[in-house]
């Protein structure tokens, strides 16, 4: 029944109430969708989560989903991504060090002290100096990304960065 239908006509549709209309944007895309995430996140269970996601998204926001050549698809694809960028994020934060994997007893006891000293750097940092390694460093946000999530430029943020950078070598120097 609509299967003729263009996704801009599915759209209209679906914000008229049609959830068999929504139901066929998904059978039209949601592969697709879950091989992006799947290929992003290498597990089957995050990327089922980021397609549900990704198309809760869709319908909670029908009216700003914007085609590109006539497709929603880019559009999901750009929600997928963000949306898998949170779940790879999160699970970074989950990860423990655990120590007892390093090799060697003096290499395991020079990277325990290396990553202590870090974190000690790190915390000696202003906040937003703080946010800004977070970010850019540990997460892998861009400058330009960061800057929009801190209301900064991006040449503030990568100067902020290249100052880190300067006060982390001259601690490694012993000239702080």
């Known amino acids: 029944m609509y299967d003729t239908d263009t996704d801009g006509e599915l759209i209209r549709l679906a914000l008229r109430g049609d959830r068999g209309a929504f139901s066929a944007l998904f059978a039209r895309h949601g592969k697709a969708v879950y091989l992006y995430a799947w290929g992003m996140t290498r597990d089957d269970r995050d990327a089922e989560d980021v397609v549900q996601e990704t198309f809760v998204v869709a319908w909670r926001k029908l009216r700003g989903i914007r085609l590109v050549d006539a497709s929603a698809l880019p559009w999901l694809l750009v929600t997928c991504r963000n949306l898998t960028r949170n779940v790879l ?88």
């Open 89 to 176: 994020r999160a699970r970074r934060a989950h990860l423990v060090l655990d120590e007892s994997l390093l090799p060697g007893d003096h290499t395991r006891q020079e990277r325990i002290e290396e990553l202590t000293w870090v974190r000690d750097a790190i915390g000696r940092l202003g906040g937003m100096d703080q946010r800004i390694v977070h970010l850019c460093l540990v997460e892998g946000f861009s400058y330009a990304e960061a800057a929009d999530h801190l209301g900064l430029s991006t040449s503030a943020v990568a100067k902020r960065v290249e100052r880190v950078r300067v006060t982390l070598r001259r601690a490694v120097r012993g000239e702080t």
